[in-house]
């Protein structure tokens, strides 16, 4: 893989993109997706009638968070150097049957939560060991996650897990002030992770191993706990994102969050986070799964067909990619 | 002895994998003609779609747009079929490989890693197959596709003689030419393969052009088998590939892998299917035990490349000593 290759290639820039990225220096870039998602919603709101509706922003919002808390999670992972994880979409359906199965079977909720994410945050941990043994990250989580449907798909026998959403009251159906609940989390988590990687030595420890691992290595720090902490934190940010995303459903089968590894390396990507590791932004990636969705709104509300809001999605993705890869060599030469 | 040591690596787990399935799943519920017919099937879409990635592995690049690939060239053979078979799947696997080259020449000329784009690539083409249709498309005449369905010999099918053919061109331009030669040289030991002369851009564009016209095969002609294409279809080819490749001893850190790995790996992928199907579990038992057996035998070939490791620096150190200078039978590949 070009991977080191890159990394090599990087060589002592590598202390460099560090600084640069703990400095917070404002950028083209740094400012670059703020004012893409004002344009997109200034854009939104003169051509497109019912765009701008209280209404359509909470549900712009809502389709972003179960997304947008995956993809905050899943930042830590990439800007750690590990890629994505290809498993999004098994590992959310996994906690999500999971969650309805124990809400099914008659365990207070509260409870079921508290098993989900230890439970989420051990699948977490196995394959955080996993690729700190030196396993492929691709290899690993694509394997992890056919092992999960297949249990999954084993367990359920392939049928849908419900449970009455009355046994739920808080995650189904409060909303404070009229915001549903995943969009109180999806600020929660972002602001929490934001903080964890850009304030906490943590933080500074995942951007040095995802920079310049050999670099990491010799001040010290373990790149293999850096990644089994990483993907801890992600598994458990999914098992979040699942159990409010079938609490108000109240059930579901395996294909349950099927989409949901695109739109999550979507919004990550759309974010900036270089996906070879060394920077990146939680924060950003929230506000790249907001963006995806407003884009995804906005086809909708223009009646444009699933296929080209998916190219779209791809086309936006490619581009911002392609942009950055630019960008950052301009910068560097 | 340690080039036997590595054979035995790159071949004889594989191998014995294959033999221990074949044996113990298959034979006790098949007879041998059936099973064999049942791993040669798998050759047409997994063992393509496999061996064109195989050689982005060798290369040390991936393809993550595989599964977008095969999809879309269903339905543009389907689309084609106006033409007739045989000019509507050459004019699909000619698209798509073009296609590929194109990807391969971004590559190269972005110096953008490979995992990046294709994962882009991955959802554009997925959009694209949405685009052709939000439903299933069919052959007006859903004969044109029974041709690929007859049985030649009791063990083929037309579609797998289609794919062995491919296998021993790409297999035989892989191991005998000098393209495919630098193939493995860029995968195995880039800086050294580009010092010596290897022409980067154009191991890159052949490497992808090959598993965009392996991808485009793959889709015609399992489209014409099955008379229709979807464009939902093959979202999980990735993790079949991946499977088949590494099962069959194919080495993600390039420079290691050979046709024979692939076919080893995609007939391994072959017997845990059919020994599923056979026993009327469910395809996703299948996915499940294929997953456990690929983190079981990755784990294994990483221990091993681990002690293979520290036996060869143990040697190095040695050589050091005698010779006080860096010895020269050091390759890149070898460091893990």
């Known amino acids: 893989m070009s991977r080191s290759t890159v990394a090599m290639e990087r060589g002592d820039a590598g202390s460099a993109d560090v600084r640069r990225a703990t400095v917070r220096r404002p950028s083209i870039r740094a400012l670059a997706l703020p004012l893409t998602f004002v344009a997109l919603t200034v854009i939104g709101a003169i051509l497109t009638p019912g765009f701008s509706t209280a209404a359509n922003y909470r549900a712009v919002m809502l389709s972003a968070a179960t997304t947008g808390i995956v993809a905050v999670s899943m930042t830590l992972v990439t800007m750690s150097g590990n890629f994505i994880s290809l498993a999004c979409s098994q590992s959310a359906m996994v906690a999500a049957l999971g969650f309805a199965g124990l809400v099914g079977a008659g365990v207070p909720w509260p409870i079921a939560v508290v098993v989900v994410v230890i439970g989420m945050a051990l699948i977490g941990a196995f394959q955080g060991v996993a690729i700190a043994m030196g396993l492929d990250p691709i290899i690993t989580t694509i394997a992890a996650g056919a092992v999960m449907l297949g249990a999954a798909a084993a367990v359920s026998n392939g049928a849908q897990v419900t449970f009455d959403r009355v046994l739920t009251p808080f995650l189904s159906s409060v909303q404070p002030l009229g915001i549903p609940l995943p969009i109180y989390v999806f600020v929660l988590v972002s602001a929490a992770l934001g903080w964890l990687a850009h304030a906490t030595a943590l933080g500074r420890r995942i951007l040095l191993v995802g920079a310049n691992r050999a670099a990491a290595h010799l001040s010290g720090l373990s790149a293999q706990r850096v990644t089994v902490v990483v993907f801890v934190v992600f598994s458990i940010g999914t098992g979040i994102a699942a159990i409010l995303a079938i609490a108000p459903v109240g059930g579901g089968d395996t294909t349950f969050a099927a989409p949901l590894t695109i739109d999550v390396a979507a919004a990550v990507i759309v974010g900036g986070t270089i996906l070879h590791g060394g920077r990146g932004s939680p924060l950003r990636s929230a506000l790249g799964a907001v963006i995806v969705a407003t884009i995804d709104n906005l086809m909708i509300l223009n009646g444009f067909s699933f296929g080209e809001r998916q190219v779209a999605k791809g086309v936006v993705v490619v581009i911002v990619v392609v942009t950055i890869i630019v960008l950052e060599r301009g910068g560097r030469r | ?336």
Not at chain 2, 206 to 234: E, I, K, M, R
């Open chain 2, 1 to 336: 002895m340690r080039a036997n040591a590595r054979r035995l690596r790159q071949y004889g787990l594989p191998l014995g994998l294959f033999v221990v399935l074949y044996v113990g799943l298959l034979l006790p519920a098949m007879s041998p003609v059936a099973s064999a017919y049942a791993i040669l099937d798998n050759l047409t879409v997994l063992g393509l779609a496999t061996l064109g990635v195989a050689f982005c592995m060798i290369a040390r690049e991936i393809d993550l747009s595989v599964g977008s690939t095969v999809a879309v060239s269903g339905l543009l053979a389907i689309k084609l079929s106006a033409f007739g078979a045989p000019t509507s799947i050459l004019l699909t696997t000619i698209i798509a490989g073009a296609y590929g080259a194109f990807q391969g020449f971004l590559i190269h000329r972005l110096r953008i890693d490979s995992i990046v784009l294709t994962l882009g690539t991955l959802i554009l083409l997925r959009g694209v197959a949405y685009l052709f249709t939000d439903s299933a498309l069919r052959l007006d005449d859903p004969a044109d596709g029974d041709v690929f369905l007859t049985r030649v010999g009791g063990v083929f099918t037309v579609a797998s003689i289609i794919a062995v053919v491919a296998y021993l061109v790409l297999g035989g331009v892989l191991r005998y030419t000098k393209p495919g030669r630098e193939v493995y040289a860029f995968g195995g030991a880039r800086s050294e393969a580009i010092a010596a002369g290897v022409n980067g851009r154009r191991v890159l564009i052949t490497v992808f052009c090959v598993s965009g016209l392996c991808a485009g095969l793959a889709g015609s002609v399992s489209a014409y088998q099955s008379a229709s294409a979807n464009p939902t279809s093959y979202g999980d080819l990735l993790f079949a590939v991946f499977s088949a490749a590494l099962l069959g001893g194919v080495s993600l850190k390039g420079g290691r892998g050979s046709a024979i790995n692939v076919f080893l790996g995609v007939g391994v992928m072959g017997c845990i299917t059919a020994a599923f199907s056979i026993r009327g579990s469910s395809y996703y038992e299948a996915q499940l035990t294929t997953g456990v057996i690929l983190f079981a035998v990755v784990t294994i070939d990483w221990l091993l490349a681990r002690r293979w490791a520290s036996a060869l620096a143990r040697r190095r150190l040695e050589l050091r000593h005698t010779w006080s200078g860096d010895s020269s039978t050091t390759s890149g590949r070898l460091t893990i």
